[in-house]
């Protein structure tokens, strides 16, 4: 029962729309009708600049890490695989939220800051490589969605690889489960995979910028 109750409110927490607040009462915009539409970290950025981009991402990280610190604080019966796997549900469920807000008739952004927030709790490792991954990526090309591309599309080898290399076992549900988060991730990234494939994606530049 704790378990199922975590899941909810591991979804609730994912589903509160920074993104959302932060551009009516920091802009007095509604972002989901300028620039790309999204609630996430890159178009508040290209609607108010960095302030506005940075402070959505670390509200949105924060919830996915609030939401793994709470699982890991109430779930703890049972053997160590089974709680990982738990846990690692929790995360999935709280980016889940994100992508299909209760608040927003289950509609929402792409998660990846919430998927950050979640695997500095879950696998520390794990998500400091894939930052250092999208940090790389989007340095080198200043594309945000090619750089989150690049990490869903390494994710589910870091969940065999890391364990691996710390000498740990490798949990093939946990793997499995971000996998298929991965492919969620990337689903929603359908239309930055369409313009990356014609050339036609912008680098991240704010409104001030493109002027």
């Known amino acids: ?27 007095g ?24 981009g940075i402070l959505t991402f670390l509200l949105d990280f924060a919830k996915g890490a609030t939401a793994m610190l709470i699982a890991q604080s109430w779930l703890v019966d049972g053997e160590g695989k089974v709680l990982v796997i738990q846990w690692s549900c929790v995360g999935v469920a709280a980016v889940c939220g994100h992508v299909f807000s209760v608040f927003l008739r289950f509609k929402g952004g792409k998660g990846i800051a919430t998927l950050f927030g979640v695997l500095a709790i ?13 940090i790389g990526i989007f ?3 200043r594309i945000s969605s090619l750089a989150a591309l690049s990490v869903l599309g390494v994710l589910p080898l870091l969940f065999l690889l890391i364990p691996w290399l710390l000498g740990e076992n490798i949990l093939i549900s946990q793997v499995l489960l971000y996998t298929g988060l991965s492919a969620l991730l990337a689903y929603r990234h359908r239309e930055n995979i369409l313009r990356l494939l014609k050339g036609e994606e912008t680098q991240l530049k704010t409104t001030k910028e493109s002027n």
């Not at 704790?2 to 920074?18: K, N, R, W, Y």
């Open 29 to 52: 915009v509604d972002v989901r009708s300028q620039g790309s539409g999204n609630i996430g970290t890159t178009n508040l950025i290209r609607i108010g600049g960095k302030l506005p």
């Open 122 to 134: 879950l696998k520390f490792p794990i998500g400091l490589i894939a930052a250092l991954i999208w």
């Open 1 to 27: 029962m704790t378990f199922v109750f975590m899941l909810l409110l591991g979804f609730f927490l994912g589903s509160i729309p920074f993104g959302l607040l932060v551009g009516k009462y920091m802009l």
């Open 139 to 141: 340095l080198a090309k």
